[in-house]
């Protein structure tokens, strides 16, 4: 079955500290893979995306992602954090049939 | 360009009564996709339409659908509402002829009392 998974719920940073946010996928194929950021009631705002070519994707707000086709992954990850990033970040998938499956979230809490 | 416009923001029912949320995409797209997001269930998939057709469905009862008109512009209606009705309902817009990049609209929050 095609499933996204976002092992960690929470987790939390020091202001200035690199962050990496986990995403797999169970997919038999390479699917087309977003990052979203929503802060609390609001929409969702897309950080980057990848389809194909480099595995390494750069986006908005200093983030970037890494598709690792072995692991089925695609992490998110930030060199140093502030204290605006603090926000729910889910990662989608679509598995080629114009919908997207999401994980359940991951909420980032910045301590000062 | 304007980005995708969802309204109301805000709709408070009673269980029972029907509800119709409206999105307006981004220029130039035409498919529209429509998730519901609750505390429980996270954000799932309710449908998606391209060109005034439905093209794909999720897992949801018949009380919930939706339609597209000729300028792409999508309404979704909920009937008989029911407590569980209450989530916030997104509205996803893309190109979908070709490139999956969705963007989301700010949503409508429904409270069903």
């Known amino acids: 079955a095609q499933s996204v998974t976002q092992p960690d719920i929470h987790i939390t940073v020091s202001e200035g500290a690199s962050l990496e946010l986990r995403c797999n996928y169970s997919?038999?194929?390479?699917?087309?893979l977003f990052w979203y950021v929503q802060s609390p009631g609001q929409g969702l705002q897309l950080l980057l995306k990848?389809?194909?070519?480099?595995?390494l994707v750069q986006g908005i707000k200093g983030f970037e992602a890494e598709f690792k086709r072995s692991q089925s992954s695609f992490n998110l990850r930030k060199p140093s954090v502030h204290w605006s990033d603090a926000a729910e970040y889910f990662c989608a998938v679509n598995f080629g049939n114009e919908k997207l499956t999401f994980g359940t979230g991951t909420r980032l809490t910045i301590i000062p | 360009k304007a980005g995708v416009t969802q309204t109301p923001r805000y709709l408070i029912k009673t269980r029972g009564q029907q509800v119709t949320l409206s999105c307006s995409p981004i220029s130039g797209h035409r498919s529209v996709s429509w998730y519901q997001q609750t505390p429980g269930q996270g954000l799932q998939f309710l449908f998606e339409?391209?060109?005034?057709?439905?093209?794909n469905k999720g897992n949801f009862p018949g009380r919930f659908s939706g339609r597209q008109f000729s300028n792409s512009r999508s309404e979704m209606n909920v009937s008989t509402l029911e407590l569980g009705d209450s989530a916030l309902y997104l509205c996803?817009?893309?190109?979908?002829?070709?490139?999956?990049?969705?963007?989301f609209g700010q949503g409508t929050r429904l409270t069903v009392v």
């Open positions: 996803a817009s893309s190109r979908g002829d070709s490139g999956p990049e969705a963007f």
């Open positions: 339409y391209f060109s005034e057709t439905q093209r």
């Open positions: 997919y038999g194929a390479t699917p087309y």
């Open positions: 990848y389809f194909s070519g480099d595995t």
